[in-house]
């Protein structure tokens, strides 16, 4: 049996409390590989070796650290293939979503390589003569990393990139269930030369080594991709030890489809919003606001494709969509169906566990569209990282923004509509951090921020250049070279 191990200055190994527990892969039920679980002790150590590590990384030019941004890189590119199998084993997304994902890290290496040649921050004259005046951005410290499964190298990428180049060291807490991509890409970074100690794996739970983390006075900041329970939590541990956090949580996204759109592309972008990652993105499409003129004609379309979607192991290229991450994740979805019934929503399609041959084994729930449903319900209202998605009718624009914000997340919108101005009002007005106009509400790319309003987070971002702003204090820096004693406000007035 394979063992997954930790790696802690630069070296692999297992975790003192003896203990381990197996790697699910979600297709199939069988047992990929076992995990070991760490403590406290570990986090310990692991903090110990980032500090000491980024003592001098922090002085290596910028350019120089990216140097092996680069190389990995080029390692992720040419192992995208091998990333992307261990990626749909164990954690079930079609073959074709998981070389997606594989990409995104590509593209964030190369993109976070690149800051190492800008890192900029800004001249700015002084107010004062013979004076200079500029901001330089300056590494944090350590930084902590806690992911989630659903996109276990891509967010692992947006985290420990940005955190490297900028000069800080990385102790990373991936989840449970995907601990053998998270070991793939740490090997890349030793095969890529990244000195001992900048990045430190720790696997383990949640409760154990996540919350040694956060507590972890070593631990400067916590970037956390998670639910919004889990990162409440968080938030409130750190931030009594006045700690940053950086937190990514929930969506609850909506697609309106106006009575102007093209109905069509508006069903291939609802097939994958919804279907896509079996429903378990944090920018699913779990909500379709529709104009009450085309409410029918967009139902029918939809019903229509739903037989494409081939349900199966993400391996097979054929396949559509794979399976929910475990047999947990499986019941609350099939709970959620039970409550939007309850609340007397119209189940169109799916509402079951899907069985088979080939699929009992597995974690599979079938596409499921729900329609009459109001914006009040729980199933409008609450994530369910699944693939469920619920129909809710409108009358106008303003009905369908005023629904879509009404939900306590803020991460991704979309709008169908062939009317540029009716599509600008729709980008003035969405409440989200990022809106699609005639696309669906996944599809982000790596250089532009990433994050959502409201509970989605706290007002950071990953990716883009905004995700420096994470991993960077802003250091202010003023040259008086008049040789002489210049009061600023003072002196000048
Ligand atoms: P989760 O339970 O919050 O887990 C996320 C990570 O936090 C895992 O590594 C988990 O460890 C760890 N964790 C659990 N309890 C902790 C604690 N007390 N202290 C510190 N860390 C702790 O979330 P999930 O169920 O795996 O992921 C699904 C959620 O992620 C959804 O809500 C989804 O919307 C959200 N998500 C958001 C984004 C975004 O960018 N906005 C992206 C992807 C996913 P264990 O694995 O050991 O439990
Ligand atoms: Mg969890």
Redesign the pocket.
């Known amino acids: 049996m394979q063992k997954i191990l930790n790696y802690i200055n630069g070296e692999w190994c297992e975790s003192a409390s003896g203990k381990f527990v197996p790697v699910l892969n979600p297709a199939t039920g069988g047992v990929l590989a076992e995990v070991t679980q760490s403590t406290k002790e570990d986090v310990d150590r692991a903090v110990q070796a980032a500090r000491e590590a980024q003592k001098s990384w922090r002085l290596v030019p910028a350019p120089e650290r990216a140097e092996i941004l680069y190389k990995v890189a080029y390692l992720l590119k040419e192992r995208k293939e091998q990333l992307a199998q261990v990626l749909t084993s164990e954690m079930g997304k079609v073959i074709a979503e998981g070389r997606g994902e594989v990409q995104e890290a590509i593209d964030m290496a190369f993109y976070m390589a690149g800051e190492g040649r800008r890192l900029f921050g800004d001249t700015i004259p002084s107010e004062l003569r013979n004076k200079f005046a500029m901001s330089v951005r300056v590494p944090i410290g350590v930084a902590g990393l806690?992911?989630?499964?659903?996109?276990p190298i891509a967010?692992a990428s947006w985290k420990s990139l940005p955190a490297l180049v900028s000069g800080n060291a990385v102790v990373w807490?991936?989840?449970?269930?995907t601990p053998m991509v998270a070991a793939e890409f740490v090997k890349i970074y030793e095969e890529a030369g990244l000195p001992k100690g900048l990045i430190n794996l720790v696997n383990?739970?949640?409760?154990e080594?996540?919350?040694a983390?956060?507590d972890h006075p070593g631990i400067d900041l916590i970037s956390?991709?998670?639910?919004?329970?889990?990162?409440a939590?968080?938030n409130g541990r750190a931030g009594a030890l006045l700690k940053r956090t950086s937190l990514?949580?929930?969506?609850k996204n909506a697609i309106t489809v106006l009575e102007d759109a093209d109905l069509d592309l508006a069903v291939e972008g609802i097939l994958w919003g919804a279907f896509g990652t079996s429903g378990?993105?944090?920018?699913a499409t779990s909500r379709v606001i529709v104009h009450e003129d085309v409410k029918e004609a967009l139902t029918e379309k939809l019903l229509a494709r739903i037989g494409e979607l081939k349900m199966g192991n993400g391996l097979d290229e054929s396949v559509k969509v794979g399976p929910v991450i475990n047999r947990s994740a499986l019941e609350r979805i099939h709970e959620y169906v039970k409550i939007g019934q309850e609340e007397g929503a119209t189940l169109l399609t799916g509402g079951q566990i899907a069985t088979g041959k080939s699929l009992d084994e597995g974690n599979f729930y079938l596409p499921t569209i729900f329609t009459d449903v109001t914006p009040d319900m729980r199933i409008a209202k609450e994530?369910i990282?699944g693939p469920v998605v619920s129909i809710i009718s409108v009358r106008s624009l303003e009905e369908a923004i005023e629904v879509n914000n009404s939900v306590e997340f803020g991460?991704s919108s979309a709008i169908y509509t062939a009317n540029v101005n009716r599509a600008f009002h729709a980008m003035r007005d969405l409440d989200t951090g990022i809106v699609y106009i005639n696309a669906g509400t996944t599809g982000a790319e790596i250089h532009l921020p990433?994050?959502?309003t409201k509970g989605?987070?706290n007002g950071h971002r990953?990716s883009g250049v905004a995700a420096l702003d994470v991993y960077t204090e802003w250091k202010s820096v003023y040259v008086d070279y008049s040789g002489k004693l210049q009061r600023a406000q003072i002196d000048n007035y």
């Open positions: 806690i992911t989630p499964w659903n996109f967010i807490k991936p989840a449970t269930e383990g739970s949640g409760s080594v996540g919350n983390m956060v956390f991709t998670g639910s919004n329970e889990v990162g939590a968080i990514e949580m929930g969506g378990q993105r944090c920018t994530e990282f991460l990433f994050g959502g989605t987070g990953d």
